[in-house]
C-alpha cells in the first residue's frame, strides 16, 4: 500500500526579475505493506521530500532538494539470502537491522535552449541504502548532457549517467555503474535521415557482505534451490547502431540499419573488444494510389 502528499507554493517574480518563477513543494510518502496497513506493523517506509526549483531570468533553470527518508527491513525480499558460517558449508540466516535512515541532497541545473548549444545536469549525494547488502552507502547519483546543433542539419547529443555506492563502514565500492552515450544525427535533405548511436555501459560489483552486522559472506539462492557466494562482477561493453532513412514521399519508406555489441574486460580500455552480436534490419513500403 502507498500514499502520498504534496503540497506546493509557487510564487512570480516582475518581468525582467532574476527570478522569474519559483516552485516550492513539501512531499510527503509512505509505504506500507499489505498487512501492516489493515493490522501490526505500521509504515514500512517513510520520506519527506523538499524541493525547489525556480526559472531565472534568460531561461536558466536550478533546483535543489533535500531528502529524508526511513526505509524498514522487509524479510520477504532477502528470502534467498543466508550468511557463510565459520565452519564449511554452514549456513547463518540472514536478518537486517531493522532500518536504515537516509539524507540525501539534489542539485540540478539547465541552461536556456540556445540556438546551437544547450546543457544540464543533476547530481543527487549522500546517504542512502545499498539494498545488496542491506546497509547504508554514501551515493553519487549524476547525469550530465550536451545537445550541440553546429548547422541546421547536424545535431549531437552526449550524455552522461553515474551511480555509485561506496560501503559508510570503510569507505569501499559496492557497485559501480557508467554509461556514456554518444548520438549524432544529420538531415541531409527533407527526404535523407542518418542516425548513428554509440553507448558503453561499464557496470561493477563487489563481493556482497553483511556489511551492516556480521560482516561475513552474503550467499543468495539459485535457481537450483542451492545457496552460492554473491562474488564480485564486471560487465564492460559498448554498443553500436546505425540507421539510413528516405522518405521520398507520404506512404513510401526505407530503412536499413545495422546494430552490433561488443565486450571487453577492462573498462573503457578498448583493445581487446569482442563482437558478441550482430543485427540488421530493412524495410521497406510502398503507397499505390489507385
Same mark, same amino acid.
Given at each position: 500500500?502507498?500514499? %502520498? ?15 522569474? $518563477? =519559483?516552485?516550492?513543494? !513539501?512531499?510527503?510518502?509512505? &509505504? /506500507?505493506?499489505?498487512?501492516? #496497513?489493515?493490522g501490526e ?8 521530500h523538499?524541493?525547489? *526549483? ?5 531561461? =536558466? ?37 531493522p ?11 539547465s ?6 548549444? %544547450?546543457?544540464?545536469?543533476?547530481? !543527487? =549525494?549522500?546517504k542512502?541504502?545499498? #539494498?545488496? @547488502? =542491506?546497509? %547504508?552507502? *554514501?551515493?553519487?547519483?549524476? &547525469?550530465?548532457?550536451?545537445? /550541440?546543433?553546429p548547422? @541546421?542539419?547536424?545535431r549531437?547529443? $552526449?550524455?552522461?549517467?553515474l ?5 559508510r ?7 559501480q ?10 538531415? $541531409?535533405s527533407?527526404?535523407?535521415?542518418g ?12 563481493s ?5 552486522r &556480521? ?20 560487465q ?5 547502431d $546505425?540507421?539510413?532513412? /528516405? ?11 545495422y546494430? %552490433? ?18 543485427? #540488421? ?6 503507397? #499505390?494510389?489507385?
Open positions: 500500500m502507498h500514499a %502520498s502528499f504534496d503540497q506546493r507554493a509557487s510564487f512570480f517574480g516582475k518581468e525582467g526579475s532574476l527570478i522569474e $518563477a =519559483w516552485n516550492a513543494d !513539501v512531499v510527503l510518502d509512505g &509505504t /506500507w505493506k499489505y498487512d501492516g #496497513f489493515f506493523g505500521g509504515v514500512q517506509d517513510k520520506k519527506l523538499i524541493n525547489n *526549483n525556480a526559472t531565472l531570468r534568460g531561461g =536558466w533553470k536550478v533546483g535543489d532538494s533535500v531528502l529524508i527518508e526511513s526505509f524498514g527491513y522487509d524479510p520477504d525480499f532477502y528470502a534467498d539470502y543466508a550468511l557463510q558460517g565459520a565452519r564449511p558449508g554452514e549456513l547463518l540466516p540472514f536478518v537486517g537491522v532500518t536504515l535512515a537516509n539524507l540525501d541532497y539534489v542539485l540540478s541545473l541552461t536556456p535552449d540556445y540556438k546551437h548549444l %544547450s546543457v544540464s545536469g543533476n547530481a !543527487v =549525494w549522500g542512502d541504502e545499498n #539494498f545488496d @547488502e =542491506w546497509s %547504508s552507502a *554514501n551515493i553519487l547519483f549524476a &547525469t550530465l548532457q550536451v545537445d /550541440w546543433r548547422t @541546421e542539419k547536424l549531437l547529443n $552526449a550524455l552522461y549517467n551511480q555509485q555506492y561506496k560501503r563502514s570503510d569507505g569501499s565500492l559496492v557497485g555503474r557508467r554509461i556514456p552515450r554518444l548520438k549524432l544525427e544529420y538531415q $541531409a527533407r527526404s535523407i535521415f542516425r548513428l548511436i554509440a553507448e558503453y555501459d561499464a557496470r561493477y560489483q563487489d556482497l557482505r553483511d556489511d551492516s &556480521t560482516e561475513a559472506p552474503i550467499l543468495i539462492r539459485d535457481d537450483s534451490g542451492l545457496f552460492q557466494p554473491a562474488l564480485g562482477s564486471r564492460n561493453g559498448l554498443r553500436l $546505425a540507421l539510413f532513412a /528516405w522518405q521520398p514521399t507520404p506512404g513510401t519508406v526505407f530503412f536499413a540499419g546494430g %552490433s555489441s561488443l565486450r571487453e574486460n577492462d573498462p573503457f580500455a578498448f583493445r581487446q573488444l569482442s563482437r558478441s552480436g550482430d543485427g #540488421f534490419f530493412v524495410k521497406f513500403s510502398y503507397l #499505390f494510389r489507385l
